[in-house]
C-alpha cells in the first residue's frame, strides 16, 4: 500500500477562499462598503459593551437609597 501524495501547496482557510469569491463577484468599491459596514458594526458592539460595564461600575458605586 502506498502512502498518499502530499500536497506542495496549503488548502486555503475559509476566510481566504471567501475573500477569493468576494472579489470576483463584488466590485472594489462594494467590498470597501461591505468590509466598513462590518467594522461599523463591531465598534458598535464595543460601544455597547462598554456601555454597559460603564452602568455596571456606577450602579455598584452609588450609595443605596431606602
Known amino acids: 500500500m502506498q502512502a498518499a501524495p ?3 501547496t496549503a488548502i486555503p482557510s475559509f476566510t481566504t ?3 477569493a469569491v468576494e472579489s470576483l463577484l463584488m466590485s472594489s468599491g462594494q467590498r470597501t ?3 466598513n459596514a462590518w467594522t461599523s458594526v463591531l ?3 464595543r460601544r455597547a ?3 454597559v460595564e460603564a452602568e ?3 450602579e455598584r458605586s452609588l ?3 431606602r
Request: charged residues 55%; aromatic residues 0%.
Open 6 to 8: 502530499v500536497r506542495a
Open 17 to 19: 477562499a471567501l475573500r
Open 33 to 35: 462598503a461591505r468590509r
Open 43 to 45: 465598534e458598535d458592539r
Open 49 to 51: 459593551k462598554d456601555r
Open 56 to 58: 455596571r461600575v456606577l
Open 63 to 65: 450609595p443605596v437609597r
